[in-house]
């Protein structure tokens, strides 16, 4: 079996949401699954001094606009919402319940998370929104409620986030093949080329 | 006639190099032409707080390899220069000499200096030696030398830094088309469209 793709994120990155959409068709176009990792940008930021894009000068209003741009170029569905950023370890924390449960709706519900957020413009920070994100489509919201506050998962979610840190992940998306990194959907040509040739 | 496409860029960007080989082509592409605008980057990162890439925790290490696997991506020659990144002060100051005298010749000054700094390992902040790979394409290297200390110059290289800030320009390389921005070469599939389309 060949490595799957890793994707870091974190749920409260739009270009995250925007790649989310695309990496299971180009894993499994070369024969491969793809790992999904919420980590926590906030913790990220303490190490490299980075900052949520809207917060820089400059940089922040273009961002704003290349987001909104990027979504039409792509022909993703996408709405700029009115609490942006926000904390993402409700969501992030169901998405490991699941995989510790029903490994096979993982992609569905990180796809339904983001939706909600970036779509329907839902506040996924707050667990009762995240519960209701994914039982609309066919999951437990008591249980994904509980995920929220489960001291295992709780752990979990900071156990991969530190691991992501030590791994270099300083960004969303992130995505590794075979150990190469790649950052950005906009590398996405470039890990097309490297699963098909193995590197370049 | 439709507007020129601005590319704002810095001597020291290894982006703005990648995207000084391919801008031409697409602006020929849609009938347009560049006008080049080469700046301070160091300036810019006075106003918004960022950094040279390589210094970045994390985020560093990343850049330095995909500065090279994009290289070799786009097919482009590089090597990371021995000293990097560089005070671009001597080939800005060169272009905006050319502007002034013989405009023809921007575009292969911008490509020498580039190529000396990102293919030849030249450390083209002495201007002796910006002025030296200039004379390779045959410009006057006395003359070109003298641009570098020259006060008017000094002074219109600062005025276009401050007024690209000011039009909110804080990376490169930096594009804009009918107003419309786009930063990296990594949007020039974004920009192709726009110029194809007048927007989308």
Redesign the interface.
């Known amino acids: 079996m060949p490595n799957p793709i890793e994707f870091f994120f974190d749920f409260s990155s739009p270009y995250g949401y925007f790649a989310s959409t695309r990496i299971c068709a180009l894993a499994a176009k070369h024969g491969r699954t793809v790992v999904w990792r919420p980590i926590l940008l906030g913790a990220?930021f303490k190490?490299?001094?980075?900052a949520p894009l809207p917060s820089?000068?400059?940089?922040g209003?273009?961002s704003v606009?290349?987001m909104t741009?990027?979504a039409?170029?792509h022909d993703i569905p996408y709405k700029m919402p009115s609490v942006f950023p926000v904390p993402t370890q409700a969501p992030a924390r169901i998405v490991y319940w699941v995989e510790g449960t029903t490994p096979d709706r993982v992609e569905a519900v990180v796809l339904a998370l983001y939706r909600a957020y970036f779509v329907e413009d839902q506040d996924i920070s707050k667990p009762e929104t995240a519960a209701h994100a994914v039982a609309k489509i066919g999951l437990d919201p008591v249980q994904a409620l509980a995920a929220t506050n489960d001291a295992s998962i709780k752990e979990r979610l900071k156990n991969e986030t530190q691991a992501a840190?030590e791994r270099?992940?300083?960004?969303s998306p992130y995505v590794t093949v075979d150990g190469e990194?790649f950052?950005?959907m906009?590398?996405f040509?470039?890990v097309e080329?490297w699963l098909a040739r193995g590197g370049?």
């Open positions: 990220v190490v490299t001094g980075g820089l000068p400059l940089k209003d273009y606009r290349d741009r990027s039409r170029y840190i270099g992940v300083f960004g990194p950052w950005g906009d590398r040509d470039q080329r370049f």
